[in-house]
């Protein structure tokens, strides 16, 4: 069955300013695609953005800031749903899919303080906040003399954190303060060997419900292939070591040329345990890559820290 293209697209979209930006981004790129189209927001809080006072990681982590949209998907409230894919769960429910992944932003971690202008300059006992355990572990690994702070809410509120002088810095994604126009807040982009990003860090994500075809094909021009292959290979690695925020992980990938290198690593919450490890795979097998580098993680000590962190997430 062909259908035709619509002539009027509704994103569903979180209501954060980041949310809000990215949900823009995609209507501007899709109306420069097809002047004639008429796109609109339609605008939702989810759960993820209602709680606050409790570590998102023990309240259902991920999916609380996706469900609303899917749901918005399902009952033909809306067309497409644009999500940070760093914030999408490994595993779709059934019936949606990721119509296109655009082109990364910046995908590294940033240092933000107002008294220090580089991590390694933090003094004894200074405080960090993030409520991300992959940020904490590879912090409480490489700088052991840190003391690490919870902080949540959206970034407008951990920035007002910081200068209320709650930490003596924070760690954020490049991306959302790029995108937000809070660049000049970055006092230093952190390293891959500093702070390996989150699988999806910095790429934008269009879901949709798999059946619609149309969609596809009209999406197609947004998808970005080097993205999209790391990602895929991101994603794969994390799904296959049952990545949720509940487990401290890290996957990134970056295409030289149709080449992926591919870099992970799992590691306990307080930093100890720390296993890494890489491979390098061509992009039209970065699902394997992931496979290859969660395996190569698993048998070099990853098994045993996942195992521990479940004990501890079943007491
Ligand atoms: N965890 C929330 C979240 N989801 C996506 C981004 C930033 C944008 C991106 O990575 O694409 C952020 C903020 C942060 O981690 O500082």
């Not at 910081?162 to 991306?175: P, V």
Request: with cysteine; glycine share 10%; aromatic share 4%.
């Amino acid at each position: 069955m062909t259908t035709a293209a619509p002539h009027r697209l509704v994103i569903a979209t979180r209501e954060s300013p980041l949310a809000l930006w990215q949900a823009n981004h995609v209507r501007d790129r899709l109306l420069a695609l097809y002047p004639g189209m008429t796109v609109e927001l339609l605008g939702m809080t989810t759960k993820g953005d209602q709680i606050l006072d409790r570590t998102l990681n023990k309240i259902g982590g991920k999916g609380l800031f996706v469900k609303e949209l899917e749901t918005a998907l399902s009952e033909g409230r809306a067309d497409l749903a644009v999500h940070s894919m760093k914030d999408v769960p490994m595993v779709l429910p059934e019936g949606f899919a990721i119509g296109a992944i655009s082109e990364r932003e910046d995908p590294f971690d940033a240092f933000v303080s107002n008294r220090y202008a580089r991590l390694a300059d933090l003094p004894e006992g200074a405080v960090v906040g993030t409520s991300s355990l992959r940020r904490e572990s590879q912090l409480r690994a490489r700088f052991p003399h840190l003391t690490v702070k919870p902080l949540r809410g959206n970034l407008g509120t951990r920035l007002g954190k910081l200068d209320a002088g709650e930490f003596d810095a924070i760690i954020l994604a490049a991306a959302g303060l790029k995108r937000l126009g809070f660049a000049d807040r970055i006092r230093e982009t952190l390293s891959a060997e500093d702070s390996l990003p989150a699988p999806g860090q910095g790429a934008l994500g269009i879901e949709i419900l798999a059946s619609r075809d149309d969609l596809k094909t009209l999406l197609a021009p947004l998808n970005d292939a080097a993205t999209a292959a790391c990602v895929i290979a991101e994603r794969s690695l994390s799904r296959r070591l049952g990545g949720s925020c509940q487990v401290p992980l890290g996957a990134f990938a970056q295409d030289d040329e149709g080449f992926l290198r591919l870099r992970g690593f799992v590691a306990n919450p307080d930093g100890t345990d720390i296993v890494y490890a890489e491979a390098n795979g061509s992009r039209a097998a970065a699902h394997g890559l992931g496979l290859q580098v969660a395996d190569l993680l698993l048998t070099e000590g990853a098994a045993e820290v996942l195992k521990r962190l479940a004990e501890n997430a079943a007491d």
